[in-house]
């Protein structure tokens, strides 16, 4: 292929307009009071598969939020490759934390991205991601250089679990047939270190409630008297790790997958400095499960973790209230072999027998995916290594990510299909977070890198 560099560099204000025009709408799925520019989000990414050279776009109804889907096939004989995106993002809270607001997108220049980073809510995950494909896809047919079939699937609802996807893809599996399925939604170790997200975990998320008396009641006059759902909510959350950070939820780890030395081995080879990781963080220590290293905790391992805790009175000043309810939000985070609903049950069984009387337990599933591995000798991981060299001179580093995309594993049931997860973010742009930002360099480097994969997972597919 010829390069892409000239194309992007002549081209380069326009893309960074485009991406900041789509940051400005807050399309944030989990608030309805954020409706209509969700749906705004929608109509404008159908815009912009049009401009970039698809034959037929369609905003796809489902229970949900419209899912956009378009194609550009120039022969049934030549490979298909299926994009997914999303173009939903996080809540911005708390606005309080932002140095600029979040949906008023600012370039500014820091230490690690010298030539700027678009801080916005979305600019990684996933609207600068999503929309480096749509650019690559305007690259190839401007110059006259796809080289196969593209479909995209983009949809609004991947923050808030992906509800509608399902319903969408068994309803629309010849619509959607491919022969791989890439996705933008993971990162790279460095700038100078490329990496293949090629392992995904699971994810249970839930919410529980504690109830005691019936109204919020005097502290002072029930004080001791009367179970306060706070502390024993708070005493229930501490009980579920151990001293050595374990999960003591019974049958948790049953089918965890357990890697092999070699593996584990592998894995350490990645670049990593511990210092500089505190560092980043502003953290004296780190923390996690007895016996596995920081990458192994944050990616093999599984986890539970409180997101939200509340209840009670938060306002300015005080007052003494003992509260009739407390609440939390709880997710865990899963490994290969284990199923979500399975440990969604364990979970729920195990939080009702360790409340005490006085109180009332509810749990609240949320949503929840599988673990997801990709197997690193299939074309698709070998056309992006090839793409990766391609661009960035060295060979990318097979890395299994600790976030989770529930999806990925629907696909392969219902599309029978491999996932290759090329990110091109970096663990510190801050993606569900305040100041969330994602490099110029970065987002150009992926609409460069994209056209490689399809040139080479062509070559490859003869």
Known sequence: MKSAKTYIEKNKDRFLDELIQLLKIPSISADSAYKKDVLKTAEAVKKQLEKAGCDSVEICETPGYPIVYGEKMIDKKLPTILVYGHYDVQPPDPLDLWDSPPFEPVIKKTKLHPEGAIFARGS??????????????????????LPC?????????????????????????????????????????????????????????????????????????YGGAVANPINILC???????????????????????????????????????????????????????????????????????????WGGYTGEGAKTVIASKAYAKISMRLVPNQDWKKITELFKKHFESIAPEG??????????????????????????????????????????SGGSIPIVALFEKELKSKTILMGFGLDSDAIHSPNEHFGIWNYLKGIETIPQFYHFFTELSK
């Not at 100078?192 to 006059?221: A, W």
């Not at 081995?265 to 210092?275: G, I």
Request: proline residues 4%; neutral net charge.
């Open 124 to 145: 990684c995950d996933d609207k600068g991601q999503m929309y480096m494909h749509v650019k690559a896809l305007e690259y190839m047919t401007k110059t006259d250089q």
């Open 359 to 400: 109180v009332r337990v509810k749990v609240k599933p949320h949503h929840g995916g599988q673990a997801y591995v990709t197997p690193i000798d299939s074309l698709g991981y070998k056309a992006a290594e090839k793409a990766y060299e391609e661009t960035f001179g060295k060979t990318p580093i097979p890395q299994r």
């Open 235 to 309: 005493k229930m959350i501490a009980s579920l790790h151990d001293k050595n950070t374990h999960i003591t939820i019974p049958g948790f780890y049953d089918d965890v997958e357990k890697l092999s030395k070699k593996e584990r081995e592998k894995m350490a080879e990645a670049p990593f400095n511990l210092e500089d990781y505190k560092k980043a963080l502003d953290i004296g220590a780190v923390y996690g499960e007895k016996g596995y290293s920081t990458n192994e905790r944050n990616s093999i391992r599984p986890t539970l973790d409180v997101n939200g805790i």
């Open 149 to 221: 079939n593209v479909k995209f699937m983009i949809e609004g609802e991947e923050e808030v679990g992906s509800s509608s996807l399902e319903w969408f893809v068994t309803k629309n599996k010849k619509k959607l047939a491919n022969d791989v399925i890439l996705i933008s939604d993971t990162g790279m170790i460095a700038k100078d270190v490329p990496s293949i997200t090629t392992g995904l975990r699971g994810l249970s998320y839930v919410e529980v409630e504690v109830t005691g008396p019936n109204r919020d009641l005097h502290s002072g006059l």
